[in-house]
């Protein structure tokens, strides 16, 4: 039971043009999302959160768009650089169901920014 | 001066045996958690603890046993293990539970390997 999904196992963009990653989820008792960004042989680092309160949230180059309606949600980077080329996890948390603090990750979208 | 250090970072061993993997964290969180990462890139939660305590047990085989000696380290003891535990195993500490968001700061990874 997949409850967070990335669709998109890689994606491709030229230097300087947007990025943009999405994730997909099915559990409504999600409120709080990520963003991860793991290197190879690295483990994954925290990009950018939102809660379900908001419909956007942005931190310098990264944006993360929320539609709760459509149970999906989106990472923006612009402009992209080659140093941006890393795997990026989407994640999800319910904060009111008693079980911890766990988050549920998607599989993963492979990015390459390419000169 | 690693937030979370993983011990060891590879581990190759035969089926049947017992192995364990380390973990600290140095950023005075108080909860841990083990995570697992399959062939298919899928991050699953395995178990979570909250000042030494068990809060999270996901339905991982009871081969698989978590150890809190203090706040500050979780290890991960699996006994007989079996070609299908092949995997990375990640570490991660967060400030806190509850509801809210408390993000995770993730290990490098053991990738362990059973032949």
């Known amino acids: 039971d997949q409850q967070v999904k990335q669709n998109s196992p890689s994606l491709s963009v030229q230097e300087g043009r947007i990025s943009i990653l999405n994730c997909d989820y099915t559990?409504?008792?999600?409120?709080?999302f990520l963003w991860y960004k793991k290197y190879p042989a690295e483990g994954p680092t925290f990009l950018i959160s939102?809660?379900?309160?908001?419909d956007k949230n942005e931190d310098g180059r990264f944006t993360v768009f929320l539609n709760k309606s459509a149970k999906h949600l989106s990472l923006h980077i612009v402009p992209s650089q080659p140093g941006d080329s890393a795997v990026y996890f989407c994640a999800a948390k319910a904060s009111f169901t008693g079980g911890g603090n766990k988050l549920t990750f998607g599989t993963g979208t492979q990015l390459k920014v390419e000169l | 001066d690693t937030a979370v250090s993983q011990t060891p970072k590879y581990l190759v061993t035969q089926m049947g045996n017992d192995k364990s993997i380390k973990c600290e964290q140095n950023l005075g969180h108080d909860t841990m958690y083990w995570y697992k990462q399959d062939s298919k890139k899928f991050l699953k939660i395995m178990f979570s603890y909250n000042n030494k305590e068990l809060i999270i047990n996901e339905t991982v085989p009871n081969r698989f046993s978590p150890k809190s000696p203090d706040k500050a380290h979780l290890n991960l003891h699996i006994n007989s293990l079996e070609l299908g535990d092949s995997a990375v195993y990640f570490c991660?500490?967060?400030?806190?539970?509850?509801?809210?968001?408390?993000?995770?700061?993730f290990g490098s990874g053991t990738r362990l390997t059973v032949v």
């Open positions: 559990n409504s008792m999600f409120d709080y």
């Open positions: 939102i809660s379900s309160i908001k």
């Open positions: 991660a500490s967060s400030p806190g539970t509850g509801a809210r968001l408390y993000g995770y700061t």
